[in-house]
């Protein structure tokens, strides 16, 4: 892969699925210092609460599938 160790997931990303590629292009790179600035617990705490927010998300997405 060159210089570049993720130039292959980039060309993955860009046949497969360019809708992916493009949203990693726009993440807010202060977002993330700010993130690593946590202590790991915080980071933790942060990351066990998205998770049950995407499953809560993923539930009701599943539940409005179900009931059309």
Known sequence: ???????GVRAYLAEHD???????TDVDRSLI???LALVPM???H????????LEAL???????RNAA
């Open 46 to 53: 942060r990351a066990v609460q998205m998770a049950y927010e």
């Open 42 to 44: 915080e980071r933790l």
């Open 58 to 64: 993923a539930a009701s997405f599943r539940a409005s």
């Open 1 to 7: 892969m060159g210089d570049d160790p993720i130039a």
């Open 33 to 35: 210092r700010n993130l």
């Open 18 to 24: 360019p809708d992916v590629l493009a949203a990693v």
